[in-house]
């Protein structure tokens, strides 16, 4: 599936600059992996809050049940399996339960400080669920234990009450908490924009500008190290140029823990998706994607290990047949090693098949002419000279693919992802086009679903690696592998 198949003779990290920049960002992981908890977390603003959800959560479900067992008096007790041992006046039943919901509503992201109101509706509908598990999970494990229904439903009913109503005053408490701090915004907007912008703001005097920029100066490096300089909470944008350098400015924003909102045109409410808000008297739209809880990584990565092993064992006859047959076709190694580009900036070896000739690499420089890929990003040719015969049918098949199963197991790429490209490839990118360097590549991804060979230039193929990245989730990693099985059965778009 990959688009260049060239050897780069370079040796080492050739990208030390850029793996420092982006690791810095936010350590050495995948964006998508869940950050270890700091100490220092827990006296920030996002600490605060999600130990006041915290509270307020386990608050609403202890007020539920002592409210539950007060009615529960007037009809039956708690059977006595049911009640090991009591703490603060609850039996053990409620706070296994209770870590139980808690552990659903971390689980389903709602101690994330987001102040949308799907989350309070979403908070009850798991709350819910909660109950409905327990239910489940009792009779499955004794039909006869007979649970007091008045309890248990005075306890749901006032759970789900009370846990709405105490995240709506949390979220009061925090916004009032916060009213009360000056508010850090740096401001990005044209120019007949920007004294408009500086004069609603600096009539609130809850708003202090560190700093300002011209939108068509948005992307540039010294717009990037200004802000850095400023040190802002917020940036305010308007009249942003309209391409996908709008997300590329919100993930690195996101590294360093700065808030991204769109003053929006009428074009942005349409196509550009945020939570609308209002701030500082402004119509705004949040910068939000995604929201990732860690889970559907682990998810993730527990399916690259465990595909790759069962692929490296169910295919090892297969592995067998194309090394013979690669010997017997050309002279040459079995294998092919590349170096490629990959999370935050590092380089490594990818495996390959071996398609082409031996002296492939050499004669790179006499092909560039020749060369199909519109921005000379890409290095394409459709009919390449230097692929034997047996190594067309290896790439259509995509099977010449399959050693990047052991990359998968040393770590260096998943299943699922941006593809990882040469260092040829990437010394000729746009700075927005290192936003694909942030998380783990992958053997296939949109890129290679939505026409593979077919995309001539390459800001479409980042353009969906950026989609990718925007609306990823563990449904969406399944629904890719899936299309990617069709299209290999069928043998579209590969040369």
Not at 13 to 29: D, H, I, M, Q, T
Not at 71 to 84: G, K, M, Q, T
Request: aromatic share 12%.
């Amino acid at each position: 599936m990959a688009n260049s198949r060239t050897r780069e003779s370079v040796g080492g990290n050739v990208f030390p600059g850029l793996a420092k920049k982006l690791a810095s960002r936010s350590g050495e992981r995948d964006i998508r992996a869940p950050h270890p908890v700091q100490l220092s977390w827990l006296f920030s603003q996002q600490g605060y809050q999600t130990l006041l959800l915290l509270s307020c959560d386990l608050l609403a479900l202890v007020g539920a049940w002592k409210l539950g067992l007060k009615f529960n008096r007037l009809y039956s007790p708690i059977p006595p399996e049911l009640v090991w041992w009591e703490w603060f006046g609850l039996p053990s039943l409620f706070w296994g339960f209770a870590l139980g919901i808690l552990l659903i509503l971390a689980m389903g992201g709602l101690y994330h400080p987001r102040r949308d109101w799907k989350n309070y509706l979403r908070a009850g509908q798991l709350v819910s669920l909660g109950y409905i598990l327990s239910l489940v999970i009792s009779y499955c494990y004794d039909p006869t234990l007979d649970m007091p229904r008045s309890l248990f439903f005075m306890a749901w009913i006032g759970s789900v009450i009370l846990v709405i109503g105490l995240r709506l005053l949390a979220t009061l408490v925090t916004q009032l908490r916060a009213y009360q701090q000056q508010v850090r915004v740096f401001l990005i907007a044209p120019a007949e924009r920007l004294e408009l912008l500086l004069h609603t703001l600096e009539k609130q005097s809850h708003y202090a500008i560190v700093g300002t920029a011209q939108a068509n100066a948005a992307y540039a490096p010294e717009t990037w190290q200004a802000i850095l300089q400023a040190n802002p909470q917020e940036v305010l944008a308007a009249n942003l140029p309209p391409t996908d350098l709008a997300s590329t400015l919100y993930w690195q924003l996101r590294q360093r823990g700065i808030h991204l909102r769109l003053v929006p045109s009428s074009l942005d409410i349409l196509y550009r998706r945020g939570v609308p808000e209002i701030f500082a008297a402004l119509p705004t739209l949040r910068a939000e994607v995604t929201y990732l809880n860690g889970l559907e990584y682990r998810l993730k990565r527990g399916l690259d290990v465990v595909g790759a092993l069962l692929g490296v064992v169910l295919l090892a006859p297969v592995f067998i047949v194309v090394a013979v047959g690669i010997r017997i076709t050309s002279p040459g190694p079995v294998f092919f090693c590349q170096e490629r580009v990959g999370l935050r900036g590092r380089v490594f070896q990818m495996w390959k098949f071996r398609t082409m000739d031996c002296n492939a690499h050499h004669r790179q420089a006499e092909l560039e002419t020749a060369n199909e890929s519109c921005d000379g990003i890409l290095f394409k040719i459709k009919d390449d000279p230097r692929i034997t015969p047996f190594g067309r049918w290896l790439r259509r098949t995509s099977i010449d693919e399959l050693p990047q199963l052991f990359n998968i197991l040393f770590g260096q790429m998943s299943l699922v992802g941006p593809r990882p490209l040469p260092v040829r490839d990437v010394q000729r990118f746009n700075s927005w086009h290192h936003i694909r360097h942030h998380v783990l590549p992958g053997i296939t991804g949109l890129w290679q679903i939505s026409g593979r060979s077919k995309i001539g230039q390459f800001d479409e193929a980042a353009r969906l690696d950026l989609y990718y990245i925007d609306n990823w989730s563990f449904n969406l990693d399944l629904e890719i592998l899936v299309e990617t099985l069709r299209i290999v059965l069928f043998q579209q778009g590969a040369y």
